[in-house]
């Protein structure tokens, strides 16, 4: 799948959006190895705290399907930004987690705006797994 493909994706997962506090709705679509993709919406939460942005349910929705962690091939994120979108620091310590550190990552925003990127770029230095053992 093209990455302007996921990125369309990463729309239709934004519609989604439950949002009644920040009126911020983000999309994110995560490919897995199958070719089949996975959507995420932030959901917020009145307690504020258990706001779980788009990106994290795409990856914890795949997870729950049986996707294995690392085994994916490409995320889309897009928001109204003024650039493209810019993942949490939330989102990518559970990256770092989850996704091969060279997976290609496209930012977006609704204007058409793109930057390709990787979780190595956007958490260099990181705490991981490998620390643990
Ligand atoms: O990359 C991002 C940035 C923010 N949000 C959500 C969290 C919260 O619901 C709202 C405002 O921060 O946007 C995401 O889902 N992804
Ligand atoms: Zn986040």
């Not at 799948?1 to 983000?26: D, G, T």
């Not at 959901?43 to 994290?56: F, L, S, V």
């Not at 609704?110 to 260099?124: A, H, Q, W």
Request: charged share 15%.
């Amino acid at each position: 799948m093209e990455s302007s493909q996921l990125l369309q994706e990463a729309i239709l997962a934004r519609a989604k959006a439950y949002v009644p506090y920040s009126n911020f709705a983000v999309g994110a679509a995560l490919l897995d190895r199958n070719g089949q993709v996975h959507h995420g919406c932030n959901i917020e939460n009145a307690g504020y705290t258990p706001c779980n942005c788009a990106e994290r349910t795409a990856m914890f929705s795949a997870i729950a399907q049986g996707q294995q962690p690392g085994s994916f091939q490409m995320m889309a994120v897009v928001g109204d930004t003024d650039e493209p979108i810019a993942p949490c620091g939330v989102c990518r310590q559970v990256m770092v987690e989850l996704c091969h550190p060279d997976m290609p990552i496209l930012l977006g925003n609704m204007k058409g705006d793109t930057r390709m990127t990787t979780i190595s770029e956007l958490l260099p230095h990181a705490f991981g797994p490998w620390n643990l053992k």
